[in-house]
């Protein structure tokens, strides 16, 4: 019903910068909220950062001041812009959304497909 696109990934270089998108289409009457994680090779998935439609933004400690995330509700997008990238945020980033799609129904969650961030000299 509600399809996730990712977009911004790539490689750069430690201290650079990247700026994630993800559009949500489809079936839409509300996005609920809206957010970024992040798995590593031989970890386990980490939250990033999440902004609700309503209430306090979450970031991880490990992002605080670096990253900064922002919905565009008219675009149904959320933005990740990443700053000061270290080697460690080496990771395949998906977006997740918590979308009502029918008000008389409960709201789903979606998952994109992800997208590599690779922070490398």
């Known amino acids: 019903q509600v399809q996730l696109v990712e977009s911004g990934g790539g490689l750069v270089q430690p201290g650079g910068s990247l700026r994630l998108s993800c559009a949500a289409s489809?079936?839409?009457?509300?996005?609920?909220?809206m957010g970024w994680y992040r798995q590593a090779p031989g970890k386990q998935r980490e939250l990033v950062a999440r902004?609700?439609?309503?209430?306090?933004?979450y970031y991880a400690d490990s992002v605080k001041g670096r990253f900064a995330i922002s919905m565009d509700y008219a675009k149904n997008t959320v933005y990740l812009q990443m700053n000061s990238l270290k080697p460690e945020d080496t990771a395949v980033y998906s977006c997740?959304?918590?979308?009502?799609?029918?008000?008389?129904?409960?709201?789903?969650?979606?998952w994109g497909q992800g997208t590599q961030v690779t922070v490398s000299s």
């Open positions: 902004i609700p439609r309503s209430g306090n933004t």
């Open positions: 489809g079936i839409i009457f509300r996005i609920n909220a």
């Open positions: 997740n959304a918590d979308v009502t799609s029918d008000w008389t129904q409960p709201s789903s969650d979606y």
